[in-house]
């Protein structure tokens, strides 16, 4: 996992050291870490509450997340094929919308799948997503659009001399 994306989940998320209650009504502390039921099973809620956690606590929590998200987009080809920079957009939705998010970008997903990067950031783009959080939708779409140059750049460099010209 790229340092890159903890610190740019750091810089898009912010920190609260104390848990609160999110727009959804989710518990969550730290950076936009979600209290989900294995913590609330392990932690005193009413602890987080009163006392709070340190910034090195809520990295901890945000890489064993995007860890546990990692490890299950794993084995999904939409996931699997994809170089670290989509992979890393992947995981920030993920950490950001929950783990399942892709049940509800299916045609970015389908995008992804096909190596349409421009179509997978269209995608993004036409959001509910991007119209809650418009600044960081539009940073990650711009990173999935310009993985779509490269793509036709490799793809077109593999084709052989023989298959570019036909002669008549």
Not at 59 to 75: H, P, Q, R, T, V
Not at 87 to 113: C, D, P, R, S
Not at 134 to 141: D, F, M, S, T
Request: glycine share 6%.
């Amino acid at each position: 996992m790229k340092q890159e994306l903890i610190e740019r989940i750091k810089l898009h998320e912010g920190f609260i050291a104390k848990a609160y209650l999110d727009s959804l009504g989710n518990y969550t502390i730290g950076y936009g870490t979600l209290i989900d039921n294995e913590y609330k099973s392990n932690i005193s809620l009413k602890a987080l509450f009163q006392h709070g956690i340190s910034k090195a606590q809520g990295e901890y929590m945000l890489i064993a997340y995007i860890a546990d998200l990692s490890k299950n987009y794993e084995g999904f080809p939409w996931y699997d094929r994809q170089c670290q920079d989509i992979k890393n957009v992947m995981l920030e939705m993920g950490y950001q919308l929950g783990e399942f998010f892709y049940l509800h970008f299916k045609h970015t997903i389908e995008a992804f799948e096909n190596f349409d990067f421009l179509e997978a950031s269209n995608q993004m783009l036409e959001s509910k997503w991007h119209r809650q959080t418009p600044n960081r939708c539009e940073e990650l779409a711009d990173i999935v659009a310009k993985h779509q140059s490269r793509t036709s750049k490799h793809k077109t460099s593999n084709i052989p001399d023989t298959h570019k010209y036909t002669v008549g």
